[in-house]
C-alpha cells in the first residue's frame, strides 16, 4: 500500500510538469561527439553568427554533449561549433521559427592544436554557487599520498578525526556524500579507502536546499570523484607504502564508447597504528580519596579490500542506465594492554591490575545501484530515478585476560564479549527538474528509504572450564526505520541576482525492540523542512549569500545501542535507545571577493539546536565510569568563519583560515545542570612551493584551540605535516612523500569533573606517519581519473 502511495504522488507531482512544453521562436538542438571515438564532447562552444561573422548568441553542450539553445535572432545565418584540440565546424542555419534539430555534429581532432597547445590555467581553488562552497583539491601535495580523510583534512573548517569521524565547525552532527549520494564508502571508516588523487573536488553545504535530506545539523560533505572525459581504454595503478605500516595498492580501469562507459576500482589496505593513552584519577570526598593511575598501550592492525565496478549505457541521446556495484570488506586485528596502579590515602601503591585483550572484527559492507537519466529535448530538463539496496554484516569477538600484579601475583576470571550486527536498507527515490522559462526552474522530488538493523551482543565470564552470561549481558536489538519525504523547490536566476526556495517534508518512523524486552520504543518524527538560499553578484569578482535551512539530526545507530565494550576495567561507553533526535536552525551570511592574486571568503553563522545531544559521564555504583548520550535542552552557536588564498607568486601559494564561535548550553540530566557557555577557535595555515623540475612542497600547520563543556575541558592541539613530490615520465607518473604529526603532538588532553571524581586523560591515538606513494596513469592526464557512477539530480 506503501509504494502504490508513493507512485500516485510521484505521478501527481511530475505530471503537471512533464506535460509543459517549451516555447521559443526559433531554437537549435543536437549534439557533439568525437569523429573517431563517437564519444560525447562535453562543453564545446555552440556559437550563433550574423552574415558578417559577429556573435549573437551562444552556449555549451552539456556532460553528454547535447546541446539546446532557445529564442535564435532572425539575423543569424550560421553556427560553428569550438573545442580545444579540434577543428572549427561551421553550419549554415535556414530562415524560419520553430526547432531544428542539427543532429549530431562530429568534430574532428586537429593534431596541429593538439601538439602546440599548453594549458596552464587552473581553477580557482574556492567558489561559490546558490547552495554550496567548492573546494577544488587537486594540486594539495598532502592529499595526493593519503585517503579522502586527508583531503578533508585539508578543506576550512572540515576535520577528521583518528576513527574516521567527519566533523564541520567543530560539530560532528555532518552528513557525508560522494557524487551526490549516501554511499557505502562513507560507513565505517570506508572513506579511508578512498585514493586521494580520484577526487576532484569537495562541496562544503552549510546549509543545504531541499533537494537533500534534511539529515546533519551541522550540514553537507559532497565528495566529488573524477571523471574520465576521453575515450578509448584509460586506468592508474597507485601504491603506497608507510610507517608505520600503511601499505596501499589501487588499480582502477575505464573504458569509454560511444555506447558504453565501463568502470572499475579495486583498493587493497594493510594498515598499522599505534596508540597510547594515560588517565590520572582521584575518586571519593575529601579525605578518603582513591588515586589511579592508568596506561593503555593499543597496537591496531587494519586489512581492507574493496572493489568497485559498473557501467554506464547510453541507450540515445535522452536516455542513459547506469548500474554499479560496490563490496567493502574489512578485517581488524587489534591487541591492548592496560596498566592499573591503584593507591589509597597517600602516593604509594597500594595493588596493581594488568589487562591484556586481543580483538578480531569482520565487516562487509556492499551496495547495489541501478540510475536512469531522462534528459529532454528541453535545455536543462531532467527526470532520474534511483534505486539503492545496502546489505551489511559485521561480527566482532573481545578476549580480556585479567590479572593482579601487587601486592600479589593472582589470576582474574577471563572475559569473552561477542557483537553480531546485520542491516538491510532499501532506497527508491526521483527527481525532476523543469525549466519554466529561462529564468525560472521548478525542482522536486520523491524519496522513501526502508532501513532494518540487529545487533547481537553477549559478554561471558570464564567460571572454571565453563563460561557464563556476564552481568547479565545478552540481548538483541532490533531497529527499524522507514523515512518517506517529498520536496519542491522554485529558483530563479539572473545576471546579478540568484534565488531558491524550497521545502521538504519527512515522515519518520522508528521502532526498537529487544529481545528480553527491556527496550520497546515506537518514535514518530514528522516535521516540515523550509529552506532560503539568495546570491547576489556585486560585481565580476565579488559574490555575496545569504541562506537559512532547517536541519534534523537522527542519533546514529552506535548511540542507540545499550551494550557495554568491556575493554577497560575503568571507563565504559553505552548507548541510549531513549535518545530523540535534535533539530538545528541554521543562518548564514557569505561573501567571496577575489583579486589577481588575493582570495577572501568571510561567513558569519548562527544555529540555534534544540534537544541537541551531548555525552554525559557519570560513576555508577561498581566505580566505573560510564559516558552515554543525553538530550539536552538547546544549544546556540554563532561564529565567524574566514578564508584567505594568497599567490605573491606563480610558484608560492598561501591558504590560511580561522573558524571561531561562541555557543550557550542550557539543559539538566539527572538532577545535573549542564548548562555551559564558552568558546572555540580552529585554524589552519598551508604553504606550498612550486619547484624547478617539477617538484613541489608542502607545509600545514594545524591549530584547535582549547574548548570545554559543564563537564569536560580539552587543552589545544598543535599539529605539523609536510609533503613532497614529484612528476614523471612526461607527467605519466607522479612521485609523493608525505609525513603527518611529525611532532606526535597530536594528543588530546581533557580534564573531566564530577560529583567526588576528577580525572586527566592524555590520548594520542595514531603517531607520526610517513609514507611514499607511486602512481603511473596512462591515457590519462596529471588531474584526470577514472569515471564513477552517474549521479542523479543530486550531483
Given at each position: 500500500?506503501?509504494?502504490?502511495l508513493y507512485?500516485?504522488?510521484l505521478?501527481?507531482l511530475?505530471g503537471?510538469?512533464?506535460?509543459?512544453?517549451p516555447?521559443?521562436?526559433?531554437t537549435?538542438?543536437g549534439?557533439?561527439?568525437?569523429?573517431?571515438?563517437g564519444?560525447p564532447?562535453?562543453?564545446a562552444?555552440?556559437?550563433?553568427l550574423?552574415?558578417?561573422?559577429k556573435l549573437l548568441?551562444?552556449?555549451?553542450?552539456?556532460e553528454?554533449?547535447?546541446?539546446?539553445?532557445e529564442g535564435?535572432?532572425?539575423?543569424a545565418?550560421?553556427?560553428e561549433f569550438?573545442f580545444?584540440?579540434?577543428q572549427v565546424?561551421?553550419?549554415a542555419?535556414p530562415?524560419?521559427?520553430?526547432t531544428?534539430d542539427?543532429g549530431?555534429?562530429?568534430l574532428t581532432?586537429d593534431?596541429?592544436?593538439?601538439?602546440?597547445?599548453?594549458v596552464?590555467?587552473?581553477?580557482?581553488?574556492?567558489?561559490l554557487?546558490?547552495d554550496k562552497?567548492v573546494?577544488e583539491?587537486g594540486?594539495?601535495?598532502?592529499?595526493q599520498?593519503g585517503?579522502?580523510?586527508?583531503?578533508?583534512?585539508?578543506?576550512p573548517?572540515?576535520a577528521?578525526?583518528?576513527?574516521?569521524?567527519?566533523?564541520l565547525?567543530g560539530?560532528?552532527?555532518?552528513?557525508?556524500l560522494v557524487?551526490?549520494r549516501?554511499s557505502?564508502l562513507t560507513?565505517?571508516?570506508?572513506?579511508?579507502?578512498?585514493?586521494?588523487?580520484?577526487i576532484e573536488r569537495?562541496?562544503?553545504?552549510t546549509n543545504?536546499?531541499s533537494r537533500y535530506?534534511?539529515?546533519?545539523s551541522?550540514?553537507?560533505i559532497?565528495?566529488i570523484?573524477k571523471k574520465?572525459k576521453?575515450?578509448g581504454?584509460?586506468g592508474?595503478?597507485?601504491l603506497?607504502?608507510?610507517?608505520p605500516?600503511d601499505t596501499?595498492?589501487?588499480?582502477?580501469?575505464?573504458?569509454?564508447?560511444?555506447?558504453?562507459n565501463v568502470?572499475?576500482?579495486?583498493?587493497?589496505?594493510?594498515?598499522?597504528?599505534v596508540?597510547?593513552y594515560?588517565?590520572?584519577?582521584?575518586?571519593?570526598p575529601s579525605?578518603d580519596q582513591?588515586s589511579l593511575?592508568?596506561?593503555?598501550?593499543?597496537?591496531?592492525?587494519d586489512?581492507?579490500r574493496?572493489?568497485?565496478?559498473g557501467a554506464d549505457y547510453?541507450?540515445n541521446?535522452?536516455?542513459t542506465?547506469?548500474?554499479?556495484?560496490?563490496?567493502?570488506a574489512?578485517?581488524?586485528?587489534?591487541?591492548?594492554a592496560?596498566?592499573?596502579?591503584?593507591?589509597?590515602?597517600?602516593?604509594?601503591?597500594?595493588?596493581s591490575?594488568l589487562?591484556?585483550?586481543?580483538?578480531?572484527?569482520?565487516?562487509?559492507?556492499n551496495?547495489?545501484?541501478f540510475?536512469y537519466t531522462r534528459l529532454f529535448?528541453?535545455?536543462?530538463?531532467k527526470l532520474?530515478a534511483?534505486?539503492q539496496?545496502?546489505?551489511?554484516?559485521?561480527?566482532?569477538?573481545?578476549v580480556?585476560?585479567?590479572?593482579?600484579?601487587y601486592?600479589?601475583?593472582?589470576a582474574?576470571?577471563?572475559?569473552?564479549t561477542?557483537?553480531?550486527?546485520?542491516s538491510?536498507?532499501l532506497?527508491?527515490?526521483?527527481?525532476?527538474?523543469?525549466?519554466?522559462?529561462?529564468?525560472?526552474?521548478?525542482?522536486?522530488g520523491?524519496k522513501?528509504?526502508?532501513r532494518?538493523v540487529?545487533?547481537?551482543f553477549?559478554?561471558?565470564e570464564?567460571?572454571?572450564?565453563?563460561?557464563a552470561?556476564f552481568?547479565g549481558?545478552?540481548?538483541?536489538l532490533q531497529y527499524?526505520e522507514?523515512i518517506?519525504s517529498?520536496?519542491?523547490?522554485?529558483?530563479s536566476?539572473t545576471?546579478?541576482?540568484?534565488y531558491?526556495?524550497g521545502?521538504?517534508?519527512?515522515?519518520?518512523?522508528?521502532?526498537?525492540?529487544?529481545r528480553?524486552g527491556a527496550?520497546?520504543?515506537?518514535?514518530?518524527y514528522?516535521c516540515?523542512?523550509?529552506?532560503?538560499?539568495?546570491?547576489y553578484?556585486l560585481g565580476?569578482?565579488?559574490?555575496a549569500?545569504?541562506?537559512?535551512?532547517k536541519r534534523?539530526?537522527?542519533?546514529?545507530?552506535w548511540?542507540?545501542?545499550?551494550?557495554n565494550e568491556l575493554?577497560?576495567?575503568?571507563?565504559?561507553?553505552?548507548?541510549n535507545?531513549?535518545l530523540n533526535p535534535?533539530y538545528?536552525?541554521?543562518?548564514?551570511l557569505?561573501?567571496?571577493?577575489?583579486?589577481?592574486?588575493?582570495?577572501?571568503?568571510?561567513?558569519v553563522?548562527y544555529?540555534?539546536?534544540t534537544?541537541f545531544?551531548q555525552?554525559?559521564v557519570?560513576?555508577n555504583a561498581?566505580?566505573?565510569?560510564i559516558?552515554?548520550p543525553?538530550?539536552?535542552?538547546?544549544?546556540i552557536?554563532?561564529?565567524?568563519?574566514?578564508?584567505?588564498?594568497y599567490?605573491?607568486?606563480k610558484?608560492l601559494?598561501?591558504?590560511a583560515?580561522?573558524?571561531?564561535?561562541?555557543?550557550s548550553q542550557q539543559?539538566?540530566?539527572?538532577?545535573?545542570?549542564?548548562g555551559f557557555?564558552?568558546?572555540?577557535?580552529t585554524?589552519?595555515?598551508s604553504?606550498?612551493?612550486?619547484?624547478p623540475a617539477?617538484?613541489?612542497?608542502?607545509?600545514?600547520?594545524?591549530?584547535?584551540?582549547?574548548?570545554?563543556?559543564?563537564q569536560?575541558?580539552?587543552?589545544?592541539?598543535?599539529t605539523?605535516n609536510?609533503?613532497?613530490?614529484k612528476?614523471?615520465?612526461?607527467?605519466k607518473?607522479?612521485?609523493v612523500?608525505d609525513?603527518?604529526?611529525?611532532l606526535?603532538?597530536d594528543k588530546?588532553?581533557?580534564?573531566?569533573?564530577g560529583?567526588?571524581?576528577v580525572?586527566?586523560?592524555?590520548n594520542s591515538?595514531n603517531?607520526a606517519?610517513?609514507?611514499l606513494?607511486f602512481t603511473?596513469?596512462?591515457n590519462l592526464?596529471d588531474g584526470?581519473?577514472i569515471?564513477?557512477a552517474?549521479g542523479?539530480n543530486r550531483n
Amino acid at each position: 500500500m506503501k509504494v502504490w502511495l508513493y507512485l500516485c504522488l510521484l505521478m501527481l507531482l511530475t505530471g503537471p510538469v512533464l506535460a509543459q512544453q517549451p516555447t521559443a521562436s526559433r531554437t537549435i538542438a543536437g549534439k557533439v561527439q568525437d569523429q573517431r571515438s563517437g564519444t560525447p564532447v562535453p562543453y564545446a562552444a555552440v556559437n550563433v553568427l550574423d552574415a558578417a561573422d559577429k556573435l549573437l548568441t551562444g552556449g555549451i553542450s552539456d556532460e553528454n554533449g547535447t546541446f539546446r539553445l532557445e529564442g535564435i535572432p532572425p539575423q543569424a545565418t550560421k553556427v560553428e561549433f569550438r573545442f580545444l584540440g579540434y577543428q572549427v565546424i561551421s553550419q549554415a542555419l535556414p530562415v524560419g521559427v520553430g526547432t531544428l534539430d542539427l543532429g549530431t555534429v562530429q568534430l574532428t581532432p586537429d593534431a596541429t592544436q593538439l601538439s602546440e597547445v599548453t594549458v596552464t590555467g587552473e581553477k580557482p581553488a574556492i567558489s561559490l554557487q546558490l547552495d554550496k562552497k567548492v573546494f577544488e583539491v587537486g594540486k594539495d601535495i598532502l592529499s595526493q599520498n593519503g585517503s579522502a580523510n586527508d583531503v578533508l583534512n585539508g578543506v576550512p573548517s572540515v576535520a577528521v578525526s583518528p576513527s574516521g569521524g567527519v566533523s564541520l565547525r567543530g560539530n560532528a552532527n555532518v552528513t557525508v556524500l560522494v557524487n551526490g549520494r549516501r554511499s557505502g564508502l562513507t560507513q565505517s571508516n570506508a572513506l579511508d579507502q578512498i585514493p586521494a588523487d580520484q577526487i576532484e573536488r569537495v562541496e562544503v553545504i552549510t546549509n543545504p536546499s531541499s533537494r537533500y535530506d534534511a539529515a546533519g545539523s551541522a550540514g553537507i560533505i559532497n565528495v566529488i570523484l573524477k571523471k574520465n572525459k576521453k575515450g578509448g581504454l584509460s586506468g592508474q595503478l597507485r601504491l603506497v607504502g608507510g610507517q608505520p605500516n600503511d601499505t596501499r595498492a589501487n588499480p582502477s580501469l575505464s573504458y569509454k564508447s560511444s555506447k558504453f562507459n565501463v568502470f572499475a576500482t579495486a583498493g587493497l589496505r594493510l594498515s598499522d597504528y599505534v596508540g597510547r593513552y594515560s588517565t590520572d584519577q582521584v575518586t571519593g570526598p575529601s579525605g578518603d580519596q582513591t588515586s589511579l593511575h592508568q596506561l593503555q598501550h593499543e597496537n591496531r592492525h587494519d586489512d581492507g579490500r574493496l572493489l568497485y565496478f559498473g557501467a554506464d549505457y547510453y541507450l540515445n541521446d535522452h536516455n542513459t542506465i547506469t548500474a554499479s556495484f560496490l563490496k567493502n570488506a574489512t578485517h581488524d586485528h587489534d591487541k591492548t594492554a592496560l596498566q592499573y596502579d591503584y593507591a589509597t590515602h597517600g602516593p604509594a601503591t597500594d595493588s596493581s591490575l594488568l589487562r591484556n585483550g586481543e580483538s578480531w572484527e569482520r565487516r562487509s559492507y556492499n551496495q547495489l545501484d541501478f540510475n536512469y537519466t531522462r534528459l529532454f529535448a528541453q535545455a536543462g530538463r531532467k527526470l532520474t530515478a534511483d534505486l539503492q539496496y545496502d546489505f551489511w554484516n559485521s561480527d566482532k569477538d573481545w578476549v580480556l585476560a585479567t590479572r593482579s600484579t601487587y601486592p600479589r601475583e593472582l589470576a582474574l576470571p577471563g572475559i569473552r564479549t561477542s557483537s553480531v550486527g546485520a542491516s538491510k536498507d532499501l532506497v527508491v527515490q526521483t527527481d525532476l527538474v523543469q525549466p519554466l522559462s529561462e529564468r525560472y526552474t521548478l525542482e522536486a522530488g520523491l524519496k522513501l528509504e526502508s532501513r532494518r538493523v540487529s545487533s547481537d551482543f553477549r559478554a561471558e565470564e570464564q567460571l572454571g572450564e565453563a563460561w557464563a552470561i556476564f552481568q547479565g549481558i545478552n540481548n538483541k536489538l532490533q531497529y527499524q526505520e522507514v523515512i518517506s519525504s517529498a520536496y519542491a523547490q522554485f529558483g530563479s536566476k539572473t545576471k546579478t541576482f540568484s534565488y531558491l526556495l524550497g521545502l521538504r517534508t519527512e515522515l519518520t518512523r522508528i521502532n526498537i525492540a529487544d529481545r528480553e524486552g527491556a527496550f520497546n520504543n515506537q518514535k514518530n518524527y514528522d516535521c516540515l523542512f523550509p529552506t532560503i538560499n539568495l546570491s547576489y553578484q556585486l560585481g565580476e569578482s565579488t559574490t555575496a549569500q545569504l541562506n537559512y535551512s532547517k536541519r534534523i539530526n537522527r542519533p546514529a545507530l552506535w548511540m542507540l545501542y545499550p551494550f557495554n565494550e568491556l575493554t577497560d576495567l575503568n571507563s565504559q561507553y553505552v548507548g541510549n535507545p531513549d535518545l530523540n533526535p535534535s533539530y538545528g536552525d541554521v543562518f548564514e551570511l557569505g561573501l567571496l571577493r577575489s583579486w589577481s592574486k588575493l582570495t577572501v571568503n568571510p561567513s558569519v553563522y548562527y544555529q540555534r539546536n534544540t534537544g541537541f545531544i551531548q555525552e554525559y559521564v557519570y560513576l555508577n555504583a561498581a566505580g566505573t565510569f560510564i559516558s552515554s548520550p543525553v538530550n539536552l535542552s538547546r544549544e546556540i552557536r554563532q561564529g565567524l568563519e574566514l578564508s584567505v588564498q594568497y599567490t605573491p607568486l606563480k610558484w608560492l601559494p598561501l591558504n590560511a583560515e580561522l573558524n571561531g564561535y561562541t555557543f550557550s548550553q542550557q539543559g539538566s540530566y539527572q538532577g545535573r545542570d549542564l548548562g555551559f557557555s564558552g568558546q572555540v577557535v580552529t585554524g589552519r595555515l598551508s604553504a606550498q612551493v612550486k619547484l624547478p623540475a617539477k617538484f613541489g612542497v608542502q607545509g600545514r600547520y594545524n591549530f584547535t584551540g582549547a574548548q570545554s563543556n559543564a563537564q569536560t575541558r580539552t587543552q589545544a592541539i598543535h599539529t605539523l605535516n609536510f609533503g613532497l613530490s614529484k612528476n614523471l615520465l612526461r607527467d605519466k607518473a607522479s612521485l609523493v612523500l608525505d609525513a603527518t604529526n611529525v611532532l606526535n603532538s597530536d594528543k588530546h588532553r581533557t580534564q573531566t569533573t564530577g560529583d567526588n571524581y576528577v580525572f586527566n586523560q592524555v590520548n594520542s591515538p595514531n603517531a607520526a606517519r610517513y609514507r611514499l606513494s607511486f602512481t603511473y596513469r596512462f591515457n590519462l592526464k596529471d588531474g584526470q581519473g577514472i569515471r564513477q557512477a552517474k549521479g542523479s539530480n543530486r550531483n
